[in-house]
């Protein structure tokens, strides 16, 4: 019944949407998008025709050229067109970190009064649509919602078969260390072998823990420094998570997307990565198939926050950010018919009825308040939605505050950290020099 709503409720918005853009004999106006996709995710072949397919169905004067790249190549293309200030006119954007180029320099416009103008402002969560939320100072890309890139996936049936329990602090974590090995289990998987997984789905968590909600803000403003002790603590831990085998140096080796299937496959116990990871677990719509069944889903994962750590000042805090989005490119004529059919893809993409797809696919949380329904989740997805009531505080994420040019030291330096390679201080140090280079 949801999917039957689901679609009348899409060809009605899309059919409502239609406005005026000329004639029958007039030219289609061509928008150009850069997006963000893993085209191996479950549930892509129908996300693109759900989504973007059915957009350019209702909208036959709107051509859509959309570029599509997932991780590394989609930040490098985004940062050469960010460097050319020639932007496509609808782009996928970060609230901050690596889209920050974008944001200052201005190069996609507020959307704020395009939201007011078409009464659909007050649908969003306030908070998503706070400005200072975003690097430029403004709405500069319209949020999908909000994310935290700290979860820890348990695979309690793993735990259950080593006479296990899911820890409370870092001291019982370690200690099922060598029975899990004992057994032939990994204790955490990750993906550390690409190189920014460290530093957003763990390390942000353990400096917030340490540092608190405002250790960003006292950096910035000349407060604190990376060399001071709640950060040099929390590079520590990163060590001792090595040292202690709580996390394996093979992970370094391991590319992110591997460890769905390790952990589906119960090589380990644990996996580390964002609340976003919960879409590779549940049923791909298009072959009715899922990594963990349902089933399994309700009986034998768990998603949970990392235990207390030794000296923590934050308990259970976790690292969270405002979600990622669509901006328009600032160089598009005011009142135009390409603004205008900009925008009608953008606020499509946030409607009612694709909030409501990423929510049912475990691909994002939505920044809706109203007109998207939580019923009928899968068991993965059910558990996300509670997962964030259990949070007691939020903590920012390094690469959502701080510019490419420093997050890349530090994400390369946590990496050294786990060869054994460099000390902690040298990472403070490192990261402390190119922050001050970066300004």
């Not at 293309?77 to 320099?105: E, N, T, W």
């Not at 329990?165 to 032939?184: D, F, N, S």
């Not at 909030?355 to 994002?364: E, M, P």
């Not at 809706?368 to 558990?383: F, H, Q, T, W």
Request: proline letters at 5%.
């Amino acid at each position: 019944m949801k999917k039957l709503l689901s679609a009348v409720f899409a060809a009605t918005i899309l059919a409502g949407s239609v406005f005026a853009l000329g004639g029958k004999d007039d030219k289609p106006i061509v928008l150009t998008v850069l997006d963000y996709q893993d085209a191996t995710a479950p549930n892509t072949f129908d996300d693109n025709k759900i989504i973007w397919e059915a957009f350019e169905k209702a909208h036959p004067e709107i051509k859509i050229e959309r570029e599509v790249l997932f991780n590394e190549p989609y930040h490098q293309k985004a940062a050469a067109y960010a460097a050319s200030g020639k932007l496509p006119d609808v782009i996928y954007m970060f609230p901050a970190g690596r889209s920050s180029p974008i944001h200052m320099k201005h190069l996609t416009k507020d959307l704020t009064p395009f939201l007011k103008k078409d009464g659909i402002y007050d649908d969003y969560n306030p908070a998503c649509l706070d400005p200072k939320s975003q690097a430029s100072g403004y709405v500069a890309e319209f949020p999908m919602g909000l994310t935290v890139s700290h979860m820890m996936y348990v695979n309690t049936d793993v735990l259950k078969a080593c006479g296990l329990e899911i820890p409370k602090t870092y001291e019982e974590l370690k200690a099922q260390v060598p029975v899990l090995k004992a057994k032939g289990y990994e204790t955490v998987i990750m993906a550390n072998m690409d190189d920014w997984v460290m530093q957003s789905c763990l390390f942000s968590t353990v400096v917030g823990r340490f540092g608190g909600t405002e250790w960003t803000s006292a950096v910035k403003k000349g407060k604190a420094k990376f060399t001071d002790g709640f950060f040099l603590d929390s590079v520590k831990f990163i060590k001792t998570l090595y040292d202690d085998g709580v996390i394996s140096a093979k992970t370094l080796s391991t590319p992110y997307g591997d460890v769905p299937g390790q952990f589906a496959a119960k090589k380990g116990a644990y996996l580390i990565d964002g609340d976003w990871r919960v879409g590779a677990f549940i049923t791909d719509q298009s072959t009715g198939k899922a990594l963990i069944s349902v089933k399994d889903q309700k009986e034998k994962v768990e998603l949970i926050n990392f235990p207390a750590i030794p000296g923590e000042k934050f308990h259970n805090s976790n690292s969270g950010t405002l979600g990622v989005g669509y901006g328009m490119n600032a160089k598009i004529k005011k009142g135009s018919k390409k603004e205008a059919a900009a925008w009608e893809l953008i606020k499509w993409l946030q409607s009612p009825v694709v909030q409501q797809r990423r929510l049912d696919t475990g691909n994002s949380f939505p920044s809706l308040v109203r007109g998207v329904s939580y019923d009928g989740l899968e068991p993965l997805a059910a558990k996300r939605a509670e997962f964030y009531s259990k949070t007691a505080v939020t903590t920012p994420i390094f690469d959502s505050d701080f510019n490419a040019d420093v997050a890349s030291v530090l994400n390369r330096d946590l990496q050294a950290l786990g060869l054994g390679k460099i000390t902690p201080e040298d990472v403070c140090k490192n990261v402390q020099a190119a922050y001050e280079a970066s300004k």
